[in-house]
């Protein structure tokens, strides 16, 4: 099943960025950094800021797009117990969890300190959040659901109750002819909790070139053409469509770049306006992945982007040195290492007919037993393969044969021990580690 998955992730639409330049790396630079950091997504690039702003000179290597870019909007720290979900007192469902797992590692206690500098660190590069770990808020799926979450970007659509949605009147706006936002289940899953609901769309005549294509219609596609004027304009049609509306929902389909479009669009419409995450690729997801990003090499970070590290040199339980695809025998030499690929979804860990392996180093993993182990028949099931990682001590050094590595660092979704989609601890775990490993580098 995992190989499965793997095949399944590689075949997902990718869509190409034009990225902003960032200061490139000539052979004739220095390779040697203070500390690097494998890996460019939400783990990593929080890891290199905090590793950055103390003074630390720092490296992150990049392979490219990250779980960021399928982000849903909000963040997730501890939103399941068994059936019920974790509204109340999240870190103390947190600490019933077993002392194997990532938050357990950590303590509660510090779990709580480090991931309370989240929302600043997060508002320095750009991006503003809304909750806090006292009590999960409620956040709306596309599909119209109600889920726990801990943090939401502040111009998405969230409750502190589902009672609160009882008597209110929502207008649901699409843009005309964009397909993977679905205004209906929406309006049924408000409908089931006493809201009132509208659906209808609106036209904005910049986005003429695009319904060439019905395939052009896609989110990152549409923020590109909804710029200055064409905001105005979609503004405006949208307080004559929702006129007799409390709130207005829309698709996140504006400012990849920036929130300046979301801003103006919000101050352009005379009722409160929420957004929605949509398919991916997600606008806000490349935005928070390009803000942190764009921050990391302002404060003086090196941010390396399209390669991919394929091996390192070990001495005496320690990594000396990195090589990658396109330094080819050239090395890259740090004091620390932080490793941050992900999990499956993020090929840190590869599936193939008869084995599960981390690719850079070999690094080892809490898997036993043959293939059929790796999964439950039922597709309902919690997935062993879910909870499959690098096997890390107390302060998640990795090990490679048995051995601890003293200089080398995993983080998030890489780690073992946890199952985030049963969970709901993701983001929680992926931000907690990822500071917890900074902590230790610097």
């Given at each position: 099943?995992?190989?499965?998955?793997?095949?399944?992730?590689?075949?997902?639409?990718?869509?190409?960025?034009?990225?902003?330049?960032?200061?490139?790396?000539?052979?004739?630079?220095?390779?040697?950094?203070?500390?690097?950091?494998?890996?460019?997504?939400?783990?990593?690039?929080?890891?290199?800021?905090?590793?950055?702003?103390?003074?630390?000179?720092?490296?992150?290597?990049?392979?490219?797009?990250?779980?960021?870019?399928?982000?849903?909007?909000?963040?997730?720290?501890?939103?399941?117990?068994?059936?019920?979900?974790?509204?109340?007192?999240?870190?103390?469902?947190?600490?019933?969890?077993?002392?194997?797992?990532?938050?357990?590692?950590?303590?509660?206690?510090?779990?709580?300190?480090?991931?309370?500098?989240?929302?600043?660190?997060?508002?320095?590069?750009?991006?503003?959040?809304?909750?806090?770990?006292?009590?999960?808020?409620?956040?709306?799926?596309?599909?119209?659901?109600?889920?726990?979450?801990?943090?939401?970007?502040?111009?998405?659509?969230?409750?502190?109750?589902?009672?609160?949605?009882?008597?209110?009147?929502?207008?649901?706006?699409?843009?005309?002819?964009?397909?993977?936002?679905?205004?209906?289940?929406?309006?049924?899953?408000?409908?089931?909790?006493?809201?009132?609901?509208?659906?209808?769309?609106?036209?904005?005549?910049?986005?003429?070139?695009?319904?060439?294509?019905?395939?052009?219609?896609?989110?990152?596609?549409?923020?590109?053409?909804?710029?200055?004027?064409?905001?105005?304009?979609?503004?405006?049609?949208?307080?004559?469509?929702?006129?007799?509306?409390?709130?207005?929902?829309?698709?996140?389909?504006?400012?990849?770049?920036?929130?300046?479009?979301?801003?103006?669009?919000?101050?352009?419409?005379?009722?409160?306006?929420?957004?929605?995450?949509?398919?991916?690729?997600?606008?806000?997801?490349?935005?928070?992945?390009?803000?942190?990003?764009?921050?990391?090499?302002?404060?003086?970070?090196?941010?390396?982007?399209?390669?991919?590290?394929?091996?390192?040199?070990?001495?005496?339980?320690?990594?000396?040195?990195?090589?990658?695809?396109?330094?080819?025998?050239?090395?890259?030499?740090?004091?620390?290492?932080?490793?941050?690929?992900?999990?499956?979804?993020?090929?840190?860990?590869?599936?193939?007919?008869d084995r599960i392996f981390e690719p850079i180093f070999g690094l080892d993993l809490n898997i036993s037993?043959?293939?059929?182990?790796?999964?439950?028949?039922?597709?309902?099931?919690?997935?062993?393969?879910?909870?499959?990682g690098v096997v890390t001590d107390g302060e998640f050094r990795p090990s490679l044969n048995g051995e601890?590595?003293?200089?080398?660092?995993?983080?998030?979704?890489?780690?073992?021990?946890?199952?985030?989609?049963?969970?709901?601890?993701?983001?929680?775990?992926?931000?907690?580690?990822?500071?917890?490993?900074?902590?230790?580098?610097?």
């Amino acid at each position: 099943m995992p190989g499965c998955f793997n095949i399944f992730i590689s075949s997902i639409y990718v869509i190409s960025l034009k990225l902003t330049p960032l200061p490139g790396i000539e052979p004739a630079d220095n390779m040697k950094f203070d500390n690097i950091i494998i890996g460019g997504g939400l783990s990593g690039l929080v890891a290199a800021l905090e590793s950055q702003r103390a003074g630390k000179s720092t490296a992150v290597i990049s392979a490219g797009q990250s779980a960021l870019h399928f982000w849903s909007g909000s963040f997730e720290f501890f939103s399941g117990s068994g059936s019920k979900p974790v509204i109340d007192n999240p870190l103390a469902e947190a600490a019933k969890l077993p002392s194997s797992h990532p938050y357990r590692k950590i303590g509660i206690g510090r779990t709580r300190e480090l991931l309370d500098k989240v929302p600043a660190i997060l508002k320095d590069a750009g991006i503003k959040v809304e909750g806090n770990l006292d009590r999960n808020h409620y956040r709306l799926t596309p599909l119209g659901f109600l889920k726990p979450a801990w943090l939401s970007l502040d111009d998405y659509f969230m409750t502190d109750r589902p009672e609160n949605l009882k008597g209110k009147k929502y207008s649901i706006v699409n843009i005309e002819g964009y397909i993977d936002f679905y205004p209906r289940f929406l309006a049924h899953g408000l409908l089931k909790h006493g809201a009132k609901c509208e659906v209808t769309a609106v036209d904005i005549s910049a986005l003429a070139p695009l319904r060439k294509s019905t395939t052009e219609m896609r989110a990152t596609n549409i923020s590109r053409f909804l710029r200055n004027d064409a905001i105005d304009e979609l503004a405006r049609n949208v307080n004559e469509a929702s006129s007799g509306a409390d709130t207005v929902i829309m698709p996140a389909v504006l400012g990849m770049f920036s929130d300046s479009p979301v801003s103006r669009l919000r101050a352009g419409v005379d009722r409160p306006v929420y957004f929605i995450a949509t398919t991916p690729a997600s606008v806000p997801g490349v935005r928070c992945q390009l803000s942190l990003r764009d921050r990391f090499t302002r404060s003086g970070g090196t941010f390396i982007p399209g390669d991919t590290v394929v091996k390192g040199d070990f001495e005496n339980h320690r990594l000396r040195r990195i090589y990658t695809v396109n330094f080819g025998d050239m090395p890259l030499e740090a004091d620390n290492f932080v490793i941050c690929t992900g999990s499956f979804f993020g090929h840190g860990l590869i599936a193939s007919i008869d084995r599960i392996f981390e690719p850079i180093f070999g690094l080892d993993l809490n898997i036993s037993g043959g293939r059929t182990e790796w999964y439950d028949t039922n597709f309902y099931a919690p997935q062993p393969y879910m909870g499959y990682g690098v096997v890390t001590d107390g302060e998640f050094r990795p090990s490679l044969n048995g051995e601890t590595i003293t200089n080398l660092y995993a983080t998030g979704a890489l780690l073992a021990g946890f199952n985030a989609l049963k969970e709901g601890s993701g983001a929680g775990i992926t931000l907690a580690t990822a500071l917890h490993a900074a902590s230790r580098i610097i």
